[in-house]
């Protein structure tokens, strides 16, 4: 005879609802999988094969498709394949982390079939910058993931991070405490001067890529968030119709601030530099506080920079901006 089940009380539902909960976030542990895949442009096999040894190399098992990289024309592979490469390391249960090959173009292709998903029951960070900012804007404010924008794999690969960079980017992957200070930024509006401390989480990314979200269902969110901006390869006129794009679609209505970050190899024709002036001159028609000097972007020093976790802004003549980490402490 089989027992009778026992009417669920209050009690037993609410644990019922505890044990459906997602774990937390835990740092990476020597010996912890990093899965890697290229949602945008190819790249060279070599830096795959390089990236990935540079990782083994930290002590971390790594995992990738070999059929990752079979280009259609400028893409890594068809948007069908990147896709499915997208989800099946987002879903993975044996991995810890997802890192970008490479940025360049592509991810925006995705984001119909992403925003279809369901929500992974098991959150996990993905590694980017750049053409990646696309797919970091869906995870952080859909499925309320954190994020990192940081350097990606062919950037290992090719060594061009120093040492330090190196260090950051390996402390705020292990170590829950790790909080990442972004010193000496510049206020660069009156709206900036008046304020002490701002809090929020961090949102944004690639200039034209945030902006090519705007009319879709993945456009950025940002009320009550800090936005940050990066900007590679492109005139001061393109950087300023950018922004009044944004501004125009409301994009910064009810933001708290606006941190920028690198705008590299964005000169004039002539040699001439104006994108300082273009970001002052814009800023100021604004009514949130506005800083530049994030260490983040498409320069030589790529800084770490959690989406969607703790942040704060700190302002007295020079600001200073923390963020923390979305890790849970192990110890």
């Not at 879903?91 to 925003?115: A, Q």
């Not at 001159?281 to 770490?304: D, M, V, Y």
Request: glycine share 6%; hydrophobic share 40%.
């Amino acid at each position: 005879m089989s027992k009778r089940k026992k009417p669920l009380t209050k009690k037993t539902k609410v644990r019922q609802n505890k044990s459906k909960k997602a774990a937390a976030l835990l740092p990476l542990q020597p010996g912890d999988v990093i899965e890697i895949i290229a949602p945008g442009s190819h790249a060279p096999f070599n830096h795959l094969e390089k990236g990935a040894e540079v990782l083994r190399s930290w002590g971390y098992n790594v995992t990738y498709d070999e059929n990752l990289l079979k280009p259609e024309i400028f893409l890594s592979n068809s948007d069908e394949y990147r896709f499915n490469s997208f989800k099946k390391a987002i879903t993975n249960p044996d991995s810890k982390i997802v890192w970008c090959l490479r940025g360049g173009y592509g991810s925006i292709r995705l984001l119909p079939f992403i925003e279809k998903m369901a929500i992974p029951k098991e959150k996990k960070i993905l590694i980017g910058l750049s053409d990646i900012s696309s797919l970091q804007t869906v995870i952080t404010q859909k499925w309320k993931w954190p994020c990192l924008h940081s350097a990606l794999i062919d950037r290992l690969a090719l060594e061009k991070l120093t040492e330090p960079n190196i260090q950051e980017i390996k402390s705020v992957l292990t170590d829950a405490d790790f909080v990442m200070k972004f010193q000496g930024l510049k206020p660069i509006n009156k709206a900036a001067a008046g304020k002490k401390k701002i809090a929020g989480e961090v949102v944004g990314g690639n200039l034209m890529v945030v902006a090519s979200t705007l009319g879709t269902p993945s456009q950025i969110k940002t009320k009550n968030k800090i936005i940050f901006l990066e900007e590679l390869g492109e005139r001061a006129y393109r950087v300023d119709r950018c922004l009044q794009q944004l501004k125009q679609a409301g994009a910064f209505d009810g933001a708290k601030a606006i941190v920028f970050g690198d705008f590299t190899n964005c000169d004039e024709p002539n040699k001439e530099n104006y994108i300082q002036e273009v970001l002052s001159n814009f800023c100021n028609s604004l009514k949130i506080p506005a800083f530049t000097g994030i260490e983040n972007g498409h320069g030589e020093l790529q800084r770490p920079l959690f989406f969607n976790t703790k942040a704060e802004i700190f302002s007295d003549g020079t600001a200073e901006m923390k963020v923390y980490s979305p890790f849970k402490s192990v110890k």
